[in-house]
């Protein structure tokens, strides 16, 4: 039958069971808000489109589906590539829907006018711009395929808006076959018999793992084989809800912020068995590959491999296949020395990291986070923005479950954790939702309030306050010296408690220690928004250093 | 860039964009293109992008694995490795007088190039070889002067 491009896109997303998706409509979207005002299809209007790109994110992490994002030609598609750019480097799949202006019109410069397919290029797996509407039924299930299978990211189709309204008749395929794509998703069986062998003639042997083990839903598969080969397990920030992090074979994050006894694990190891890592410069900036190490990488992306360390055994596959056939062979792991003491120095740190109270009238943020943490157990999502609170918050949050913890590791994207947590929220009403994150990170997209007050959202929003940006204050001071800090100690910040109540949205303010547990308590006990502010001294470090520094100094209390 | 120069043929499906995303990844990658053609095959649904670059094996393999990213490339082959004929055409306009014409055109009978076009003042040439021929003629004629230059770049095939 006859319809409306706009209507058969519609009816496309339904196919693909899509039933909620984050937008702002603008001139050369109409016809689609048209046909989606017709539909069951759940659309969430965002304050800025960027969050549109996050909260698909948070969305699509939470449920493992697609994100679907709806925005209209040029400023709206520009204000979204961060969205776009963010879900990139996490390999998070997304299926973006751009307006364009009328298609003999592009390259005219006409009003809104924005070339996204070009300007998305970087920032997508791949990307169409629709010129014909017969086009339309393979482009857009080419896109939910490319998003959400390999290694998955966004996906953009850029529609004109003259073919949204032409009438005619689609189909949509079933089945999909792209010529130039065809993940690898079975490992080498002779590469994992080469890395069982490896593994079996190791003596101080560390896994690495990142993204790849949620994306893959290999959590348990994970856990088995290192029940398996007890082999201690260190993470990048998108693998912090991947392993049980009150396991004694946990050892925590690497790199930049992670604690030195696993950057010295890492450096020390004699074999790196590095899962759906793709060891970035935040991750290995304090290693140095050494001749005595071997390295087995697995990895979905056969591009990842070898890219920034040389690897000794490459496995290309999917993190879940893989693991699954690791896990038949027999292992004989005599390394428990290695593995009790990386123990036993988490545990030392993390009681130093806990006890540091440096402003007895401001709060720990890692108490914070930790009480939280220990309130909500297996029941909580927690989205970590970016900057100190990113730190604290991957530290002290123990996610129960795979796809619990969300920030933006790749790009480090600002502003991330509330639209971030508003999708979780809406995929996964029955989670208790909580976005952690710092008085600089929520101003940069604070509109969403509105949203969460909108929809009336039973998610708690944690503002670290310190009228700092706080970890490049932290960087200035370490980088320049102790008084060089530039333009990162915030002269002015809005009330938090006058803006909640602005926003209509419950609001309780904790100022120390002794306040942590009561407050906490009684902003999760009623259901509903809230906005929880923590008021934590400007000199509270995330680094290590800092944090050793500052114990000589300052008598820690027990 | 060190390293050798590689000649890669990279078979991609017709779509608007697809060369744009090829030269695209080189430039965000940090890698230089020394020269890059493009046609459609016999097939009109795919082309074939002929790119020569410069790099050691480690700068290939990542390029290699990145372009193999790229949806709509079909397949990659180095060309440089196997056995194979390149090729490119050049256009080259010499400055001429009566005097030096025939000496010119001799060189070009030589190099078993075409005269396309002779006027008063110039005389230009067609050339078809490979680099190494086609760098040779370039410095033999150099004397007399050389108004402009257009070359193709490398094309290439693997031998069956």
């Known amino acids: ?14 196919l693909e069971n899509i039933d909620t998706v984050f937008g702002y409509p603008g001139a050369a979207t109409m016809p689609l808000y048209e046909a989606l005002r017709n539909s ?36 709206g598609a520009t204000n979204l590539i ?28 006409m009003f809104q006018e924005a070339d996204i397919v070009g300007s998305t290029e970087p920032f997508t797996k791949h990307n169409f711009l629709v010129k014909k509407a ?36 689609l189909d949509y395929p079933e089945t999909v076959d792209i010529r130039g794509y065809k993940p690898t998703y079975e490992g080498n069986i002779r590469q994992i018999k080469k890395a069982v062998k490896l593994i079996n003639s190791s003596k101080s042997p560390l896994v690495c793992i990142g993204g790849g083990i949620a994306s893959s ?120 020395n290695w593995s009790d003491k990386i123990f036993q120095e988490r545990q030392d740190y993390f009681k130093k990291a806990l006890n540091l109270n440096i402003n007895i009238n401001k709060t720990n943020p890692c108490l914070v986070v930790k009480e939280i943490s220990d309130l909500l157990k297996d029941k909580s999502i927690l ?42 929220k809406i995929a996964n ?36 306050n310190n009228a700092s940006l706080g970890m490049v204050r932290e960087m200035q001071e370490k980088i320049y010296g102790d008084e060089c800090h530039f333009s990162t100690a915030i002269k002015f910040n809005p009330d938090f408690m006058k803006l909640t109540e602005a926003y209509d949205i419950r609001g309780v303010q904790i100022t120390n220690n002794e306040e942590i547990k009561a407050k906490i308590k009684e902003a999760f006990s009623k259901k509903g928004p809230c906005i929880i502010e923590c008021k934590v001294d400007p000199n509270f470090p995330t680094l290590p250093t800092k944090i050793k520094k500052l114990e000589k100094n300052i008598n820690i209390s027990a | 860039m060190k390293g050798e120069r590689h000649v890669l043929a990279i078979l991609v499906e017709n779509y608007s964009g697809t060369l744009s995303k090829v030269a695209g990844l080189f430039t965000r990658r940090g890698y230089n293109i020394d020269s890059l053609n493009v046609a459609e095959t016999m097939d009109q649904k795919t082309s074939r992008i002929t790119v020569s670059v410069t790099g050691d094996e480690e700068i290939l393999e990542q390029i290699t694995k990145q372009l193999n990213k790229l949806v709509n490339v079909i397949k990659i082959t180095d060309l440089t490795c196997k056995k194979s004929i390149q090729r490119e055409l050049m256009f080259i306009k010499v400055s001429s007088t009566l005097e030096t014409r025939n000496e ?26 490979d680099e190494e021929k086609n760098n040779a003629f370039i410095e033999l004629v150099k004397p007399y002067g050389v108004i402009e230059l257009v070359r193709t770049g490398l094309t290439a095939i693997e031998r069956s």
């Open chain 1, 383 to 424: 989205t970590a923005d970016v900057g100190q609170n990113q730190i604290w918050a991957t530290h002290f949050y123990n996610a129960s479950k795979s796809r619990k913890f969300f920030t933006s590791g790749g790009l480090g994207t600002m502003g991330y954790s509330l639209p971030a947590a508003i999708g979780s």
């Open chain 1, 429 to 464: 009403p029955g989670s208790t939702v909580v976005a952690m994150t710092g008085e600089g990170g929520i101003q940069m997209l604070i509109g969403e309030l509105a949203v969460l007050r909108e929809h009336n959202l039973d998610l708690k929003v944690v503002v670290f």
């Open chain 1, 217 to 336: 839903n290999s959590r348990d598969e994970l856990e088995e084989f290192i029940e398996k080969t007890k082999i201690p397990v260190a993470c990048s920030l998108m693998g912090v809800d991947s392993f049980d992090n009150s396991s004694k074979y946990f050892a925590g994050l690497l790199g930049s912020h992670g604690y030195p006894y696993v950057n010295r694990a890492l450096n020390k190891a004699d074999l790196l068995v590095v899962i759906g890592a793709r060891l970035a410069d935040r991750t290995t900036s304090r290693y140095s590959f050494n001749e005595n190490q071997s390295i087995i990488h697995i990895d979905i992306d056969p591009a990842e491999i070898g890219k920034t360390i040389k690897t000794h055994i490459p496995i290309v596959g999917d993190a879940k296949n893989v693991l699954e056939s690791l896990n038949t062979y027999d292992f004989n792991p005599d390394w428990e």
């Open chain 1, 82 to 109: 961060t969205g776009i750019a963010t879900a990139y480097m996490d390999s998070i799949p997304l299926v973006i829907i751009t307006g364009q202006v009328d298609s003999k019109s592009i390259g005219t410069d």
């Open chain 1, 134 to 169: 017969e086009d339309l039924p393979k482009f857009v299930k080419e896109a939910f395929y490319l998003a959400n299978t390999g290694r998955k990211g966004p996906v953009l189709i850029d529609l004109p808006v003259d073919i949204q309204k032409e009438l005619i008749d």
């Open chain 2, 104 to 129: 010119i055109i001799q060189m070009t009978n030589v190099f078993k190039g075409k005269t396309v076009n002779i006027s008063q003042k110039s005389i230009t040439i067609e050339l078809t070889g």
């Open chain 1, 40 to 75: 069951d299809i759940n659309h969430i209007l965002v304050r800025n489109e960027q969050s549109a790109g996050h909260m698909a994110s948070g969305y699509a992490r939470a449920k493992d589906t697609v994100g679907v994002c709806i925005v209209t030609s040029g400023p």
């Open chain 1, 1 to 14: 039958m006859k319809k409306k491009v706009s209507e058969h896109l519609i009816k496309f997303l339904e």
